[in-house]
C-alpha cells in the first residue's frame, strides 16, 4: 500500500515567524482535585495572562475545545469579570489542537481581529472517574459502531486499541517490548526531574516496566498514561508584539495538520502501524525551512507508548519501522540522548493534559527554564494527535 | 453521554446500521454491506458507498479470513466482563477484501496464535452476567 493513498495534508497559509507565544500558565497537576474543569482553565489562563505581563482585558481573543466545552467566552468573562468582545474559535485546546491553536491565531491576528489570543485546554477527568461522571472511555462507549460492533467483543476502551496497534507493530517490524519500555522509562526520568509531574519522586527501571501487569497484552500498565485534573494556557501575538513583553517569544516556525481518509475507528485505520503525522509533519517542517535532523526536543501527545513511538518514525526521526532500535539506550534524554523527547514526562509520567502542557514544555526550553533543561535549544516541536488527525507545531528561540 | 441502554454492552441488534449483522449471525450467515454499483465490501456499515454513493445490499461472504492483530485482555475495563478476562478479541481480515476487519472474540490459546493465521467464522450466543436472559449470536473466530 502507498503510504499516501490513505489520508491528506491540510494546506495552510505559510505563517513562519508571524506570531510567537509570548505567555504560558499552568495549574497544579494532580489526581482526583474535586474541581471542575471550568475553574482549572480559568486558573490556567489567568497564570498564562499574567506570565505574559497582560491584563485580562488585552486578551481579544480565545481558543477553547468545542468538543470538550470547558472554557469559552462565557467562563473567560465570568471568571475575570470582563465583558469586551473577544474573537472566539471553537477548534483551539489540547490534543491535535493544542498545535493548530497558534495558527488560528496567526490568521485572526493578520486579519486584525485580535491581538492577543489565549487558547485554554483544562481538564478534571481523574475527578470525573472518580465519581463516575465521565472520563476518556465513555466518549466512544457512545459511538453506536463502537458500541455495536467493537465493546460486545471487548475490544474496548484506548488501552484495548493501542494494543492491539501495538501487536501489528511488534509483528510488522519486530518491535521488542523493551523499545515501548524504553519510551515509558525516558518519561519516567524526566518526570523525576520535574516537581510538577505527578510521576515525580517515583523512579522507574526497564526492569520495573517489564514486572508491571499486563492490562491488554502486550499492553502493559506503564505503557498507559495517567488520568489527571489540571490545565495549561498560552497567549499568542504578533511577533513585533512579543519582543515588547515579559519573556523572549516562542517564535511559531511551522505548523503542519494531517487527516485519515479512512474514518475515526482505530480498527478501520488502512494504515494501521502509522500516524496521520506523515501527512502533517512534512508541511511544517517546509515551512519552517527545517528537518528533523535540526530539532532539539521533541514532545508528542503519549497516550500510550506505541503513539509515541509511531510519531517518531512519522515525523521522519527515523525509518517507518525502526523506531524500535532508535528509541533505545539514552536516545530520548534530554542530557545525553540525540532526540530529548516528552522532557516534562508527557502523558505517560507528567499529566494527561491531553497535550497542552508539551507546549508549555516546548516555550520553557525556548526559554531555558525547563526543569529538566536541554542545554541550548532553540528548536522545540510538538506532535499532536487525535486518532484520525495528527498536527505538528515548530517553535524557534528568537534570533 | 453516558450510556442507558439496559442490554449494553450486548449489541444493539435494533440498531438498523448493524440489525442485518445479527440478523445475519442468528442464522448462520457472516454478512457485511456491499455495494450495489462498484461491488466494493463497506465496512464499517454505512448508509451508502463512500466511494460511489451507491446503495448496499448485506451480502454473505465466506468466513474465512487472517488474524491481523490480537489482544489478550487481561484487565477488564466494564463489570461487565469481570468473569469473562482473560479473553482475547482480535481483528480479522477477511478473505475477499483484508480491507475488511471484523471484530471479533478469538478462540484458543493465546501463546498459539501468530500473525496472519488463517481462521474461521463459527456463530455462538453472547452473554453478560450483568444482562441477565439476554443473549445475542455474534460471530467468533476460530482456528
Redesign the interface.
Known amino acids: 500500500m502507498n503510504v499516501h493513498d490513505w489520508g491528506r495534508a491540510a494546506e495552510l497559509d505559510d505563517v513562519r515567524g508571524a506570531v510567537a507565544i509570548a505567555g504560558i500558565g499552568e495549574t497544579a497537576y494532580t489526581k482526583a482535585s474535586g474541581r471542575t474543569a471550568r475553574a482549572i482553565g480559568a486558573e490556567a489562563a489567568e497564570r498564562a495572562i499574567a506570565d505574559a505581563g497582560l491584563e485580562p482585558s488585552d486578551i481579544d481573543g480565545l481558543t477553547w475545545s468545542g468538543t470538550f466545552a470547558d472554557f469559552d467566552a462565557g467562563a473567560f468573562h465570568d471568571h475575570f469579570g470582563t465583558s469586551h468582545e473577544l474573537w472566539t474559535s471553537p477548534w483551539g485546546g489540547g490534543m491535535a489542537w493544542a498545535a493548530t491553536a497558534p495558527y488560528l491565531a496567526a490568521q485572526a491576528i493578520r486579519e486584525g481581529r485580535a491581538r492577543h489570543v489565549l487558547n485554554v485546554f483544562p481538564v478534571a477527568w481523574a475527578t470525573q472517574r472518580s465519581e463516575m461522571t465521565?472520563g476518556p472511555?465513555?466518549?466512544h462507549?457512545?459511538q453506536?459502531?463502537k458500541?455495536?460492533?467493537?465493546?460486545?467483543?471487548?475490544?474496548?476502551?484506548q488501552?484495548?486499541y493501542f494494543?492491539?496497534?501495538m501487536?501489528?507493530h511488534m509483528?510488522e517490524f519486530g518491535t521488542t517490548e523493551e523499545a515501548f519500555g524504553a519510551i515509558a522509562v525516558a518519561c519516567r526520568r524526566h518526570a523525576n526531574l520535574n516537581p510538577d509531574a505527578v510521576m515525580h519522586g517515583k523512579p522507574m527501571t526497564l526492569d520495573d516496566y517489564l514486572a508491571a501487569?499486563?492490562?491488554?497484552?502486550?499492553?502493559r500498565l506503564f505503557d498507559s498514561c495517567l488520568i489527571s485534573d489540571g490545565g495549561a494556557a498560552y497567549v499568542t501575538t504578533s511577533l513585533e508584539r512579543a519582543r515588547d513583553l515579559k519573556h523572549p517569544p516562542a517564535v511559531v516556525a511551522g505548523v503542519g495538520e494531517g487527516y485519515s481518509g479512512s474514518?475515526t475507528?482505530w480498527?478501520?485505520q488502512?494504515a494501521?502501524t502509522t500516524t496521520p503525522q506523515v501527512f502533517s509533519a512534512p508541511g511544517a517542517f517546509a515551512m519552517a525551512g527545517m528537518s528533523p535532523g535540526d530539532v532539539d526536543v521533541l514532545t508528542v501527545y503519549d497516550p500510550f507508548t506505541i503513539v509515541g513511538l509511531m510519531q517518531i518514525e512519522d515525523m521522519g526521526f527515523c525509518a517507518k519501522g525502526e523506531a524500535g532500535a532508535f528509541v533505545q539506550g539514552d536516545t530520548l534524554h534530554h542530557d545525553a540522548g540525540k532526540l530529548p523527547f516528552n522532557t516534562h514526562g508527557g502523558l505517560l509520567s507528567h499529566a494527561y493534559v491531553l497535550g497542552i502542557a508539551h507546549v508549555v514544555e516546548c516555550v520553557k526550553q525556548l526559554r531555558g527554564t525547563a526543569a529538566a533543561q536541554v542545554p541550548g535549544c532553540e528548536v522545540a516541536v510538538y506532535g499532536g494527535y487525535t486518532g484520525h488527525m495528527a498536527s505538528t507545531l515548530i517553535l524557534t528561540a528568537d534570533r | 453521554?453516558?450510556?442507558t441502554r439496559e442490554t449494553?454492552?450486548?449489541?444493539?441488534v435494533d440498531?438498523p446500521?448493524?440489525a442485518p449483522?445479527f440478523a445475519g449471525a442468528a442464522r448462520g450467515e457472516l454478512v457485511v454491506p456491499r455495494c450495489d454499483a462498484c461491488a466494493r465490501l463497506v465496512?464499517?456499515?454505512e448508509a451508502r458507498c463512500p466511494v460511489c454513493d451507491g446503495s448496499l445490499s448485506w451480502t454473505p461472504v465466506s468466513g474465512r479470513g487472517t488474524l491481523?492483530?490480537?489482544?489478550?485482555?487481561?484487565?477488564a475495563?466494564?463489570p461487565a466482563?469481570e468473569d469473562?478476562v482473560p479473553?482475547v478479541?482480535?481483528?480479522v481480515a477477511l478473505d475477499e477484501d483484508p480491507?475488511v476487519?471484523i471484530?471479533?472474540?478469538v478462540d484458543g490459546d493465546?501463546a498459539e496464535l501468530r500473525?496472519d493465521m488463517p481462521v474461521t467464522v463459527d456463530f455462538r450466543p453472547?452473554t453478560f452476567s450483568t444482562v441477565p436472559g439476554h443473549a445475542?449470536v455474534?460471530p467468533w473466530w476460530v482456528r
Open positions: 465521565g472511555g465513555e466518549v462507549a457512545a453506536s459502531l458500541q455495536n460492533l467493537e465493546v460486545p467483543f471487548g475490544f474496548f476502551p488501552p484495548v494494543a492491539s496497534i501487536r501489528r509483528l501487569p499486563m492490562l491488554a497484552e502486550p499492553l474514518g475507528h480498527a478501520q488502512r494501521f | 453521554m453516558a450510556i449494553f454492552p450486548l449489541p444493539d440498531d446500521l448493524v449483522f465496512w464499517y456499515p491481523f492483530t490480537w489482544v489478550v485482555v487481561r484487565r475495563f466494564l466482563f469473562k479473553f478479541t482480535g481483528l480491507e476487519r471484530v471479533g472474540y493465546p500473525a453472547l445475542v455474534v
